[in-house]
């Protein structure tokens, strides 16, 4: 078994997106429900530069919506550190917002903090949710003890396999893998020069914010290598970092996967991949060393 998919929705709303109105949306859902995929990922903040547009989207979409399990996150301001955030009162606020826009008053399946809040007492905040829970706002089986963490992990981010992992195992706490694509970067498009029009080309709203998550040298020289690698097999970067995610990573069944898009291609790209089952031992060699080469400066990265 693999991890299940989970269709990232951040970027519903965003320029140079296909999906900018409610038609749209009921295509990508439609193609989601051909792919098998029924969970979809979204936040009070997405995307980034229109907070909110992508909850009202798939609000706007209900009639197939609400065939979905939905998760959401508590609303967070990008430009300020995260204090307040996570107060009961924001909490509410922020869930109550996201309902209305989602047209889901029946609630959502996770209701995710979407950043620390390094004021508000961590007494406050577990009141916070155990308020939205007994609203049946998200649900739980008692305690709320955290049932997910959503973390960075793809192929040259690996540093929760030793620092993270253990914890989460320890708790049975699942992980739900953001950013398995590294936000375009393992296409191979930005070291081959070819970013132009793509989610890292300059004119991309987190273009030159994902060029700087990326650009260091090391991480420049090794994914080079890693794109040759893969190419003279007669694979491209991206399938292999997919088909790793899926069937070589440390994720099990009970963990999830997120996976986005800016068009409808992508993702039945992506899900085609899947479906091809693990690599060949002449292919993981390449992973390996590709994490080799960049884990001094990613091992941080969780």
């Not at 429900?33 to 706007?60: C, F, K, V, W």
């Not at 109550?96 to 979407?114: A, F, K, M, T």
Request: charged letters at 25%.
């Amino acid at each position: 078994m693999a991890p299940q998919i989970v269709f990232g929705t951040a970027g519903l709303g965003m320029n140079k997106t296909a999906f900018q109105d409610a038609s749209s949306v009921k295509n990508l859902l439609r193609t989601l429900q051909d792919l098998g995929i029924s969970r979809l990922d979204t936040g009070a903040r997405y995307p980034p530069l229109n907070p909110g547009r992508s909850e009202q989207l798939l609000g706007e979409a209900r009639e197939l919506s609400r065939d979905f399990v939905i998760d959401t996150k508590v609303y967070t301001d990008a430009t300020k550190d995260g204090s307040g955030d996570l107060t009961p009162e924001a909490i509410s606020k922020s869930a109550d917002g996201s309902l209305q826009r989602l047209q889901r008053p029946e609630g959502v399946n996770v209701l995710y903090i979407h950043r620390a809040d390094p004021t508000t007492p961590l007494e406050e905040q577990i009141q916070g949710f155990v308020e939205q829970i007994a609203k049946g706002h998200c649900k739980t089986n008692g305690w709320p003890k955290p049932s997910y963490y959503q973390g960075t992990y793809n192929v040259i981010s690996r540093g929760m396999e030793t620092k993270l992992w253990p914890i989460l195992q320890a708790h049975n706490i699942k992980f739900v893998a953001f950013w398995a694509m590294a936000a375009g970067f393992l296409t191979g498009n930005f070291v081959n020069g070819q970013h132009g029009g793509t989610r890292m080309g300059d004119d991309n709203p987190l273009g030159k914010q994902i060029q700087k998550m990326y650009g260091s040298e090391d991480v420049l020289d090794a994914v080079k290598r890693f794109d040759t690698g893969t190419r003279a097999l007669g694979l491209t970067p991206l399938e292999v970092s997919v088909r790793w995610i899926f069937h070589h990573s440390k994720l099990t069944d009970d963990d999830c996967v997120l996976l986005g898009a800016s068009k409808v291609e992508q993702i039945i790209e992506n899900a085609a991949s899947i479906r091809k089952g693990p690599l060949s031992d002449d292919v993981l060699p390449l992973v390996e060393g590709l994490w080799d080469s960049v884990k001094e400066s990613r091992s941080e990265v969780i």
